[in-house]
């Protein structure tokens, strides 16, 4: 396949990106989108029907499969409502946000958000000082917590429909939970410090105002449960008509008015169909050409593929990252432990497109739509509703201009209006946090088995040692070898 076919994929990618920076309004329709994924598939689509039907065809069953599950997740958790005011003290919340990490990864991403976002917000309606909790719920709820099951996550879930056992991720619980400590512990600390200045009258205004957790909709628990199981044991096409019908029973059982108080509506759901339609078709070029000549970009060790994942998903899609980097290791020749690359790659990659990338609040992952930071009794109402590809139709084009830097740190505007001392401290809590997260987050990743495998060029494992790693030079070939093996051939 000439590498010019790569073209479309590489445009895709970048209007994904760059399209709702520069043209929002227009990138804000439905029909936009579907104009740039058929402007760019469909050339792909021509020459994949006349030169391989079949691969055509394969890639047609895995976005029926992949966009299915979305829906039906999107569906059904969009029947349960959670309501409540409870004291939004740092212990609330950070049990808030550990609780909807850990259903993350059986609900989804974006069924935990859409269902803990409500009573969170609502909460802290009292309290003036809440930006860093949505920021962290972004983290944790959003993206993190949907690492151990297929079902969290749709890379993760891309590559359960390529071959890898639903089991597998089991594997990544310890990077998983690593992450999963350090975030929670810095948001207890943050909290705690951010809650002792709050102002008295809020403080007192939180205590009177308590309202026990409601839940409507129950019944769309059970269907969750039903779903899992499906993916679990069923497979396709009997897969697909189980989600359905459960997603069907869903809409028939639950009353509307609990969906309208949910704000559910099918516009975010056919946003994602129309995307990864045209990423589907794009990207088939890309992993072609990678599983052939992959081995020519110099990326073999894990920990290569974990930053490297990582990098790029940090401004792209995380999905067609995950795949892209799938189809390189499956390149490489190595040892075919799982869908045809060792079990420390494929776990680089996991983790590499489920933290690295996703923690840079792209764009196209989360958007503050509602004011989460507005004064008054009108915030239980706000709604971060584009969470993992999650979009309000009607968003207003001036609250989404005042909330352009909604999810930083430290406001620019704010900043440059300060005077030099506040410049300096809120710097240098910026600079505290980065250092915090890179410490918790990156510098022990992948850490592999105890066993020792044998690589393809020697006796050593194929995974990191550490974030400096000691690697040698044979045969014109960059590796990574354990402590151990490293005594041995020396």
């Known amino acids: 396949m000439p590498l010019y076919t790569v073209a479309p994929f590489v445009t895709m990618l970048l209007a994904i990106a760059l399209l709702p920076l520069w ?77 909807g990490s850990v259903l993350a990864s059986f609900i989804g991403t974006t069924g935990a958000s859409m269902l803990l976002i409500r009573p969170i917000l609502q909460t802290n309606r009292e309290r003036t000082r809440v930006r860093h909790t949505i920021i962290f719920f972004i983290f944790l709820v959003s993206n993190i917590g949907g690492m151990l099951t297929p079902l969290g996550d749709p890379p993760l879930f891309l590559g359960y429909l390529r071959g890898c056992p639903f089991a597998w991720t089991f594997r990544l619980w310890p990077h998983w939970g690593s992450r999963w400590r350090t975030l929670l512990a810095l ?26 957790l409601r839940v409507r909709g129950a019944l769309n628990v059970a269907w969750l449960v039903l779903v899992v199981l499906s993916v679990a044991l069923l497979h396709a096409p009997w897969r697909e008509a189980a989600i359905v019908a459960l997603a069907a029973l869903s809409l028939w059982r639950t009353p509307r008015a609990v969906r ?42 894990p920990w290569h593929f974990f930053w490297a994942a990582g990098i790029l998903s940090s401004f792209l899609d995380n999905a067609p990252t995950y795949l892209t980097f799938l189809a390189l290791g499956q390149g490489l020749g190595l040892a075919r432990e799982v869908v045809d690359v060792p079990h ?56 989404r201009a005042r909330h352009r830097a909604v999810f930083l740190v430290v406001d620019a505007r704010r900043w440059c209006a300060s005077e030099p001392s506040a410049r300096l401290r809120r710097s240098m809590q910026v600079i505290g946090l980065a250092v915090v997260l890179t410490l918790g987050l990156f510098v022990a990743p992948l850490r592999a088995d105890a066993q020792r495998r044998p690589g393809p060029l020697g006796s050593g494992s194929w995974r990191p040692a550490g974030i400096f790693p000691s690697r040698r030079r044979r045969f014109g070939e960059d590796y990574t070898i354990s402590a151990t093996s490293r005594a041995a051939t020396s």
Do not use: C
């Open 23 to 99: 043209l929002p309004r227009w990138w804000e329709s439905n029909r936009s989108k579907l104009i740039v994924s058929l402007g760019l598939g469909l050339p792909i689509l021509v020459l994949y029907a006349v030169r391989q039907p079949e691969a055509l065809l394969s890639m047609a069953e895995e976005y029926v499969s992949f966009i299915v599950l979305l829906a039906g997740l999107f569906v059904i958790s969009g029947g349960i409502l959670l309501r409540g005011d409870l004291v939004a003290t740092p212990l609330t919340n950070t049990a808030f946000l550990a609780l």
């Open 344 to 399: 420390a790659i494929l776990a680089a990659i996991a983790v590499g497109v489920g933290v690295d990338g996703r923690q840079h609040l792209h764009r196209q992952r989360a958007e503050l739509h509602g004011e989460g930071d507005r004064r008054g009794a009108g915030r239980e109402d706000a709604e971060l509703l584009r969470l993992h590809a999650l979009q309000r139709r009607r968003a207003a084009a001036a609250l």
């Open 260 to 301: 309208r108080a949910n704000g559910f509506t099918a516009y975010p759901i056919v946003e994602v169909a129309v995307l990864f339609a045209g990423i589907f078709l794009t990207m088939m070029p890309a992993l072609e050409i990678l599983r052939v000549r992959g081995g020519e970009l110099g990326v073999r060790a």
């Open 187 to 212: 948001y207890f600390v943050w909290d705690a410090r951010e809650y002792t200045r709050e102002p008295i009258a809020a403080l007192r205004r939180d205590r009177a105002e308590v309202e026990p």
